[in-house]
């Protein structure tokens, strides 16, 4: 079965430099999300689209910005890198976001390393 | 505020022993929904379980078993005959009714190691 797809896998920036992650849902589902994991944490929730509007926001620096486009995949644009972005970013796609609870499969992830 | 506490940060097992991994859940809504998902050493998250909060009925999945008490606000994974290749970190994970979006807020995880 096809599964959500991201790239690239690997990303090394330097500080202050910008990152662009895109995200490719599993086919029709609506709704995309990002989270954050930091080595060693829990996946913090970013920001989530569904059908192309933003639908939550949740702890995204400013310098971060998102947007899902009109075929459902999703950009996730980072600029002036900071040493504490380093982190592991997920995409999760589900089938769709106005119903509650739906389950969210995750992406196998960007790992970003700022030097 | 949703909260997820999974309070044992690592458990360490001999291969075919049987483990529980415990997790326990914070929220004022009466609806929501809780999750499971495997994070092995290669770093994707694998889903496991989806449960509602209208649903206290216990499942089991192979060698997985879950036991959810709303009494008790927990949600407890059970692995039996634990393997080597089950060695990853389990994340229990809530996801409340809202109008804006279904965004799962995360326990810290446990670290499961089965050593053969």
């Known amino acids: 079965a096809a599964g959500v797809i991201q790239s690239p896998r690997h990303l090394i920036k330097e500080k202050r430099e910008t990152a662009t992650l895109k995200c490719y849902p599993i086919?029709?589902?609506?709704?995309v999300y990002w989270y954050q994991q930091g080595p060693g944490q829990d996946p913090q929730f970013l920001i989530s689209?569904?059908?192309?509007?933003?639908?939550d926001k949740g702890s995204i620096p400013d310098r971060f910005s998102a947007q899902q486009f009109s075929d459902y995949h999703s950009e996730l644009n980072m600029s002036s890198l900071e040493l504490g972005d380093s982190a592991l970013y997920f995409c999760?796609?589900?089938?769709?976001?106005?119903?509650?609870?739906?389950?969210?499969?995750f992406g196998p992830g960007t790992r970003l390393l700022v030097l | 505020a949703q909260k997820v506490t999974q309070a044992q940060t690592e458990i360490s097992v001999v291969e075919k022993e049987d483990v529980t991994l415990d997790c326990v859940y914070e929220?004022?809504?009466?609806?929501?929904?809780l999750f499971w998902y495997k994070q092995p050493p290669s770093g994707e998250l694998v889903f496991l379980i989806r449960?509602?909060?209208?649903?206290?009925q216990n499942e089991i999945s192979g060698r997985y078993s879950w036991n959810f008490q709303i009494s008790t606000s927990s949600f407890n994974f059970t692995l039996t005959a634990s393997q080597v290749v089950d060695s990853a970190v389990y994340f229990c994970?809530?996801?409340?009714?809202?109008?804006?979006?279904?965004?799962?807020?995360f326990g810290e995880g446990t670290q499961l190691t089965v050593n053969p």
């Open positions: 999760a796609s589900s089938l769709t976001g106005w119903a509650p609870g739906e389950t969210q499969y």
């Open positions: 086919p029709r589902h609506d709704t």
């Open positions: 689209f569904y059908e192309k509007m933003q639908s």
């Open positions: 929220t004022r809504d009466t609806t929501y929904y």
């Open positions: 449960r509602n909060s209208f649903d206290e």
């Open positions: 994970a809530l996801s409340v009714l809202e109008t804006s979006g279904s965004r799962l807020t």
